[in-house]
């Protein structure tokens, strides 16, 4: 089974301070990608990697970057944590291109306060 | 007008029910559809693919109708076990990578 593991399943953060959200995927997979997910909005894309190094912005990037030195692993970096931040953060991995079932890993509950 | 838009709900419906749930998208350009399922604080899962010629998994089946731009999905005999967000997912213009999501409608189902 794919498994991809999120480091943390809730985090508690202070305004300001900078953030890193971990996910690490087993199955070589090629594409990796970042959600957060709100009431009433769904899941919206941050930043997804289709490559190791290479990573492209999704449709609400500001505030954020992304690492992919590996091929395994995707971070996502709050520079400077905002409350507007506060959400459900979801990792996911796919094969490659083409192939669009994705696998989520159990998600990070952040909280800037 | 957002891309993917579904009717939140939620749908209560008895057990052994027959439930339709629609979900409009605004690209006509998309080529990939899908169901995803999420379960209370868990993570999305892919339920299934849908096809232009639809396509039945057990009690569910998904349709497309491209000309009116929705997709359906049906649950025929409801379990409680169904109870569930049904995610409603498409694939945006510019690649495959870029799905859609949306925000999901909550299905209900009670003894």
């Known amino acids: 089974d794919v498994k991809v593991t999120q480091s943390s399943r809730y985090l508690v953060k202070r305004t300001g301070e900078k953030v890193f959200l971990e996910c690490v995927q087993d199955?070589?997979?090629?594409?990796m990608f970042w959600y957060r997910q709100d009431p009433g909005l769904g899941l919206r894309l941050i930043y997804f990697s289709y490559d190791v190094k290479m990573k492209e912005k999704g449709d609400i990037p500001e505030g954020y970057s992304v690492s992919r030195e590996k091929k395994e692993r995707f971070s996502l970096i709050l520079e400077s944590a905002s409350t507007n931040q506060t959400s459900m953060y979801l990792c996911?991995?796919?094969?490659?291109?083409?192939?669009?079932?994705?696998?989520f890993g159990s998600g990070t509950q952040l909280s800037v306060l | 007008r957002k891309e993917v838009e579904q009717d939140p709900g939620p749908f209560n419906v008895p057990e052994g029910a027959t439930v339709a749930f629609n979900c409009t998208y605004s690209?006509?350009?998309?080529?990939?559809f899908f169901w995803y399922r999420q379960d209370c604080r868990k993570e999305p899962k892919l339920l299934m693919s849908?096809?232009?010629s639809g396509n039945e998994d057990g009690r569910f089946t998904a349709q497309l109708n491209r000309a009116s731009q929705y997709i359906s999905l049906l649950i025929r005999d409801s379990k409680l076990s169904d109870s569930a967000t049904y995610l409603c997912?498409?694939?945006?213009?510019?690649?495959?990578?870029?799905?859609?999501f949306g925000s999901g409608t909550r299905l209900l189902v009670r003894p």
């Open positions: 199955m070589d997979h090629e594409n």
């Open positions: 690209n006509s350009a998309s080529q990939s």
């Open positions: 996911a991995s796919s094969w490659d291109r083409g192939n669009e079932k994705l696998f």
């Open positions: 997912v498409v694939n945006g213009e510019d690649s495959s990578y870029k799905l859609i």
């Open positions: 849908v096809y232009s």
